[in-house]
């Protein structure tokens, strides 16, 4: 480790502190309603969407109303995105004469991109036309986001709001989110990422003689608008299969760093308009600090893990950190740096190849997904996961002093807690029982690169990486199989909707109940024992869950590598 490395890791975080506040403030705004900078050009699209759809912004809805609306629009975005792939070949805008993608793998891509998992089981450049890239992946890279932020917002309105039934309107969210916050932040993103030289063309792919004489066919397109959203809305799904590493999705380090930036930049705002709903920004920057915590604790192993390198590679007498699957664009600081935060988020991008890790250093990434993905997280996704924690957190906290839990005025009675935990055990059956049966299935085990426990890492990572909604690849595994496609696909609607439905009931049952005035023994949500609490239930259920699964693959063969054995 470098005092440099350190000092890029530090500015970053300062970076994305400074944002919170007025990102949140201005998010805050567009979800109450209220008048923005951009409202006098927006507003009449706004309410001319509206119209046009048969909703209002005077329309609220009922939890169950509003689940409903989710899960009807996913469907929707579903069966949209199957049939462009598979009429691929017949549709326009198609230079390169790709045909239609196979059934189960584009079963695995529409139900990747509408969850806002991203998960990739192809080449991007060589699968997927223009039309299907734009009008297919990147729109749902819009919706899904919006959806994402839509469900946190609802579930904030659960805590903020009192003796009410309803808790917002799913379709009037989802408008606000594209047209007010996503939409202007990606066309300022888009245009910066062309400058920096990221293509954005519909020109057919380039024809080019190397220095030897041979022929090279180079991939461009409509990169640097697909780039921006998959940035910002936590996607991760990268026009190139090579993702961030490739040169035209990150040219430079002002890229990456601009990357880095737009993938926490609207979770960690959320905790802020969080603090504003419920009238106490002091709750929402407790949240962020144990989000912090529990960021910094994985970059520092991450980074001290790639630094230190193979003891092995020491042995031969070749010093410095582990360079293997690395950018020397970006070295083992910003390679480190860009794991953690990717799988803190739930967003699929990388610049570096985590199969190429040491076990440590790829153990860290294994561990921000198994605990939902809740330090930042995806854009929405991860903040109403941490809201699942500290349902239990109270909880907890009511049964050592002996009260009923509450937090911000609402009492966490039974049926919370219940929807708190099915949300989050849901996660742990999607990935552990698919990665217990893909290990001893035989066409599945013939799809792994290695043997060992490197060979098991490389399958929890993909069903975890399914599950979480991340969508990152391991690497080393042949993912494109039907096995693979179908059961992937599985894991990713498990691990959606099996927590948007259990967060979106707590929200209705808490917006039903009224505000109980704080009084001297209620728990105080706001301070350094509150983080404290919240932090310690999140590693110790994520500890006992996952902690065997972890043994048997990063864990032993970091000790096998002290000891001379390789994966």
């Given at each position: 480790m470098t005092l440099n490395g350190w000092l890029q890791i530090l500015v970053y975080c300062g970076i994305v502190v400074l944002l919170v506040k007025p990102l949140g403030g201005y998010m805050y705004r567009v979800f109450n309603g209220d008048r923005t900078f951009l409202s006098p050009v927006l507003g009449p699209i706004e309410r001319g969407l509206y119209r046009i759809s048969g909703t209002s912004e005077r329309e609220e809805q009922h939890w169950t109303t509003y689940a409903a609306g989710i899960m009807f629009f996913s469907l929707a975005s579903f069966l949209v995105l199957y049939v462009m792939q598979r009429l691929q070949g017949v549709l326009p805008y198609n230079p390169a004469g790709m045909t239609a993608v196979e059934p189960t793998l584009a079963f695995n891509t529409a139900v990747s991109f509408p969850t806002n998992t991203n998960w990739q089981n192809y080449g991007g450049e060589s699968t997927m036309s223009y039309l299907v890239q734009m009008a297919g992946l990147a729109v749902q890279n819009f919706m899904s986001a919006a959806v994402g932020i839509a469900i946190a917002v609802a579930l904030i309105r659960g805590f903020a709001r009192a003796s009410v039934k309803s808790i917002g309107n799913f379709w009037v969210?989802?408008?606000?989110?594209?047209?007010?916050?996503?939409?202007?932040?990606?066309?300022?993103?888009?245009?910066?990422?062309?400058?920096?030289?990221?293509?954005?063309?519909?020109?057919?792919?380039?024809?080019?003689?190397?220095?030897?004489?041979?022929?090279?066919?180079?991939?461009?397109?409509?990169?640097?608008?697909?780039?921006?959203?998959?940035?910002?809305?936590?996607n991760g799904g990268g026009f190139f299969n090579a993702n961030s590493a490739h040169p035209f999705e990150n040219p430079d380090a002002i890229s990456n760093f601009i990357q880095m930036v737009t993938i926490f930049a609207l979770g960690a705002a959320l905790t802020n308009v969080f603090g504003r709903m419920v009238g106490n920004q002091r709750q929402g920057w407790a949240i962020l600090a144990a989000m912090g915590v529990l960021f910094i604790a994985g970059v520092a192993v991450c980074y001290w893990a790639e630094a230190a390198g193979n003891p092995l590679i020491h042995a031969l007498g070749i010093d410095g950190g582990n360079m293997e699957g690395k950018e020397t664009r970006f070295g083992i600081a910003l390679s480190a740096l860009f794991a953690v935060i990717t799988t803190a988020a739930s967003c699929g991008a990388v610049n570096a190849m985590h199969d190429s890790f040491t076990a440590l250093g790829g153990m860290i990434p294994l561990i921000n997904m198994q605990l939902g993905e809740v330090i930042v997280g995806g854009v929405g996704a991860g903040f109403y996961g941490i809201l699942m924690f500290i349902v239990i957190a109270v909880f907890v906290a009511g049964l050592m002093?002996?009260?009923?839990?509450?937090?911000?005025?609402?009492?966490?009675?039974?049926?919370?807690?219940?929807?708190?935990?099915?949300?989050?055990?849901?996660?742990?059956?999607?990935?552990?029982?698919?990665?217990?049966?893909?290990?001893?299935?035989?066409?599945?085990?013939?799809s792994i690169a290695n043997g060992g426990p490197h060979g098991f890492s490389e399958v929890l990572y993909a069903y975890t990486s399914a599950a979480a909604n991340n969508g990152s690849g391991f690497g080393g595994l042949s993912g494109n199989t039907p096995w693979y496609n179908i059961t992937i696909g599985i894991g990713m609607l498990m691990g959606r909707f099996l927590v948007i439905i259990p967060a979106l009931?707590?929200?209705?049952?808490?917006?039903?109940?009224?505000?109980?005035?704080?009084?001297?023994?209620?728990?105080?949500?706001?301070?350094?024992?509150?983080?404290?609490?919240?932090?310690?239930?999140?590693?110790?259920?994520?500890?006992?869950?996952?902690f065997p699964a972890l043994a048997v693959g990063p864990i032993i063969e970091h000790l096998a590598m002290i000891h001379g054995q390789t994966f």
């Open positions: 969210d989802m408008t606000r989110c594209t047209l007010y916050i996503l939409l202007p932040l990606c066309i300022v993103l888009t245009l910066a990422y062309v400058w920096l030289g990221v293509p954005q063309t519909l020109g057919p792919y380039v024809n080019a003689t190397t220095l030897e004489g041979a022929q090279q066919t180079i991939a461009v397109g409509p990169v640097a608008s697909q780039l921006a959203i998959k940035m910002l809305g936590t002093v002996g009260r009923t839990p509450e937090y911000l005025g609402k009492k966490i009675e039974a049926k919370e807690v219940k929807m708190a935990m099915l949300a989050i055990l849901c996660l742990p059956l999607a990935m552990l029982i698919f990665t217990a049966i893909a290990v001893v299935l035989p066409s599945a085990v013939a009931a707590i929200a209705g049952s808490l917006a039903a109940k009224k505000t109980v005035p704080a009084s001297a023994g209620t728990f105080p949500t706001d301070g350094p024992l509150f983080v404290g609490l919240l932090i310690g239930v999140i590693v110790i259920v994520g500890g006992l869950t996952f």
